[in-house]
């Protein structure tokens, strides 16, 4: 496969306008635990600040929403900050569920770390700001592999992106309400199921077994209610529902990104 087949002309303006919203997103980030922004263009409400716990919903959604940019594109540090909420969400379910938090964490390092040396050893601060400036640079110099594992952004966002959707469907069945004189599915029961459904398929029978056995400790719905400060299943679900449209929006966007470039089934 030729790399010229994957590699856009990098324009001028286009590197402007990723910086300019990069400097924004920084800049708002310093306030963005006295200040949330994560109101909707339908009017929803801001999300309150949950006192007393590590995760925290609004800031989740204040980072989803900062992610995408033009040209169906997505910001890499919101990205990865959405993750750091996420992580914060499976650590709170438990320490087994919390090992799997540090496999996660330890792919947003690969390309943190990756960023990092761009800048300092070459002085790229535009590679890595968003997916597709990632995706554009590592096939420039010739970091992706089609045919081989290598440790590049890519690849691992492409892990990311797997797991983003198992968390994405997970999310979304915790938010749906029963028929009427139906019982709750319990949030084990959905968490394993939706991890078949997704992620599943890319782990071995050990991983596999050992995520499911992890799961059987996950706590029952109440819990859940007060990691996104509610008091009922209604409730919940409004909240929940925003959180997935969100992570929507930034899973189909990168979808797009890594599919032009023939990148969801990287080694």
């Known amino acids: 496969m030729e790399i010229a087949h994957h590699v856009h002309r990098r324009d001028g303006s286009l590197e402007q306008e990723w910086n300019t919203c990069y400097k ?11 200040n949330i922004s994560n109101s909707s263009d339908e009017g929803e409400a801001p999300l309150l600040l949950c006192p ?41 379910l438990g320490p087994m569920v919390g090992l799997i938090s540090q496999e996660i964490e330890s792919k947003t390092s690969v390309i943190r770390n990756l960023a990092q040396k761009a800048e300092t050893v070459s ?6 700001t968003s997916v597709r400036s990632m995706i554009e640079r590592e096939l420039e110099i010739g970091l992706v592999d089609f045919q081989k594992h290598t440790d590049s952004g890519c690849r ?16 979304r069945e915790l938010a749906k309400g029963s028929a009427e004189g ?23 029978w050990w991983v596999r ?35 997935v449209r969100e992570i ?7 979808e797009v990104a890594l599919d032009e470039h023939d990148m969801l089934k990287l080694p």
């Open 123 to 128: 002085g790229d601060t535009f590679g890595y």
């Open 52 to 92: 007393g716990q590590r995760f925290q919903v609004a800031n989740l959604l204040a980072h989803l929403q900062a992610a995408p940019v033009s040209g169906n594109d997505v910001l890499l540090k919101p990205y990865l900050a959405s993750w750091d909420e996420l992580i914060n969400f499976m650590e709170a």
């Open 248 to 254: 929507g929006e930034v899973y189909e966007r990168t």
């Open 182 to 204: 139906e019982r709750l599915q319990s949030p084990s029961d959905l968490c394993r199921e939706t991890y078949r459904l997704t992620l599943a398929q890319y782990h071995t």
């Open 156 to 171: 691992t966002l492409l892990r990311l992106h797997r797991a983003l959707l198992w968390l994405q469907s997970f999310l």
């Open 209 to 243: 077994r050992a995520a499911e056995l992890a799961f059987i400790a996950i706590p029952e719905r109440p819990y859940f209610y007060q990691l996104v400060c509610v008091d009922t299943q209604a409730e919940a679900a409004v909240v929940l529902e925003r959180v």
């Open 24 to 34: 924004i997103y920084n800049s708002n980030k310093k306030v963005l635990s006295l």
